[in-house]
């Protein structure tokens, strides 16, 4: 499904990727773990269509994505990716629910259907008190699963999450994990998870290694 190969990228002087490569298959969790700078993030931005390689390739279901224009690599993120950072990255101004439609009235769902939906996934995921709550209003572990049920609420072929557990304390940690996996794993998506924390990291199927700019471990789904 995604296939990564023999990517570089440059920022200014300081080489991030130096011929890294990954795949990723449908269903597949995998962990890119590695020491701090060793170029994980840049590894996940790049795949994931946010930032594009100096050089190298990055396919998703058989097309170039690294080749497209930014406007078309929006448009893919927005469509059939789904994304998890550290801080959740939620919207302050706008509420739980309505972070969570977000993605759905991007993509032309109304916002009435948009929002009954997310009430749905603050159900599933046992927090529908928190619906009409700002960001600043939630604790760290809602705040998480909201950004899970944020990436997760239109049914994206991949996950990409970005340390998604790295602000909070470890039982916090493993509920956001077990949600993101169990619930991605339900609909066959591929989650590619950076990770410096082996808790994290053994939640997936496969570990990849970064280190200096290269994967050092064997890429093969």
Not at 63 to 77: K, P, Q, T, V, Y
Request: proline content about 5%; aromatic content about 4%; charged content about 25%.
């Amino acid at each position: 499904m995604l296939h990564v190969t023999g990517i570089r990228k440059r920022f200014g002087q300081t080489i991030a990727l130096d011929g890294a490569s990954l795949d990723v298959s449908p269903g597949e969790v995998v962990a890119v773990v590695g020491p701090s700078g060793s170029g994980k993030s840049t590894l996940l931005h790049c795949a994931a269509g946010i930032l594009r390689p100096d050089g190298g390739e990055v396919a998703f279901d058989g097309r170039r994505i690294d080749a497209l224009g930014e406007g078309d690599r929006s448009r893919l993120r927005r469509t059939s990716f789904g994304f998890v950072f550290q801080f959740g990255q939620l919207v302050p101004e706008l509420t739980a629910a309505e972070n969570i439609a977000l993605p759905m009235m991007l993509g032309g769902a109304r916002r009435r259907a948009a929002l009954a939906e997310a009430r749905r996934w603050l159900a599933l995921l046992d927090r529908r008190e928190v619906a009409g709550k700002r960001p600043g209003d939630l604790s760290g572990g809602e705040g998480q699963r909201v950004a899970v049920a944020r990436a997760l609420v239109h049914r994206p072929r991949l996950v990409f999450a970005d340390e998604p557990t790295g602000s909070l304390d470890s039982l916090s940690g493993e509920h956001v994990m077990d949600i993101l996996v169990r619930l991605a794993g339900d609909d066959g998506a591929g989650v590619v998870i950076v990770t410096h924390d082996p808790r994290v990291a053994a939640y997936a199927q496969r570990d990849v290694t970064v280190r200096d700019g290269r994967v050092v471990t064997p890429v093969a789904a």
